[in-house]
């Protein structure tokens, strides 16, 4: 039977410095430095993260725990984050959490995409400001789990483990290599990355490759190119963000 984590947070009150205190966050997120960078928010700001790096990890933990904000990513490696918008959003007011849907690949119309699919709100990578994550969530809660009072505004900006980016250039390197059928999930991958990790030669390789992949001409340079530019940052130190 999932746990009730609405229940157990009634006798833990937020606070003007710890807003989301009280409140779990199930990030749905395939990138370690994305999801690196959530859970430095989430301390921040008081709540609680637990992590799925897929949909059939996530709704694993939705089998057993109830999460008071979703987060989930559009791109994820065994399908459309929008499916479990959509499947979440259709749960009884009393079940449903907060959802808020993420992404860093280029598109206007990803946004209208996932609220029309049910999400409350969407996030744009990179979220790296403390202030403009908990505003996100905090917009969308009910006033008696909001903090009473003024509110600490904090312009910290986020800087995830470079560890973390590693591991994930490592994983692309990997699917590049051994998975070309895979370049429709690999592609807004490298771009989110690649923004998040404020790479901009990296952006503008990755957009040739999307771009590539959708013209349907050949992405063997793309590629190519790609991959060397992720060697460079493997075997030299990645820069602090």
Same mark, same amino acid.
């Given at each position: ?26 990030v749905v997120e395939d990138s370690r430095f994305a999801s ?28 057993l725990y109830r999460p008071s904000v979703v987060i989930i ?16 959003? $259709? /749960?009884?007011? @009393?079940?449903? %959490?907060?959802?808020?849907?993420? +992404? #860093? ?5 990803? &946004? ?12 744009a990578k990179p979220i790296d400001t403390v202030s403009a994550?908990? $505003? /996100?969530?905090? @917009?969308?809660? %009910?006033?008696?789990?909001?903090? +009473? #009072? ?5 312009? &910290? ?85």
């Amino acid at each position: 039977m999932p746990e009730d984590l609405g229940q157990l947070s009634m006798n833990i009150h937020p606070t003007a410095m710890r807003p989301l205190l009280g409140l779990t966050v199930l990030v749905v997120e395939d990138s370690r430095f994305a999801s690196e960078a959530v859970r430095l928010l989430c301390i921040r700001s008081g709540a609680r993260i637990r992590r799925a790096d897929s949909l059939t990890a996530a709704h694993r933990h939705l089998q057993l725990y109830r999460p008071s904000v979703v987060i989930i990513d559009i791109g994820l490696p065994d399908g459309s984050g929008i499916d479990l918008v959509r499947k979440m959003s $259709q /749960a009884a007011p @009393a079940d449903r %959490p907060v959802i808020l849907a993420t +992404s #860093g690949a280029d598109g206007d119309g990803l &946004e209208q995409e996932a609220l029309g699919a049910g999400a409350d709100g969407f996030l744009a990578k990179p979220i790296d400001t403390v202030s403009a994550f908990q $505003q /996100a969530i905090l @917009a969308h809660m %009910p006033p008696d789990m909001r903090p +009473s #009072g003024p509110r600490l505004v904090s312009d &910290e900006v986020i800087q995830p483990d470079t560890l973390s980016l590693r591991e994930d250039l490592s994983h692309l390197d990997e699917l590049l290599r051994t998975e070309p059928n895979q370049l429709s999930y690999v592609a807004p991958f490298l771009q989110g990355l690649a923004r998040l990790a404020g790479d901009q030669q990296l952006k503008t390789a990755s957009d040739a490759l999307s771009e590539a992949c959708m013209a349907g001409k050949d992405v063997s340079s793309p590629i190519a190119e790609i991959r060397a530019l992720i060697q460079t940052r493997l075997e030299g130190p990645v820069p602090v963000l």
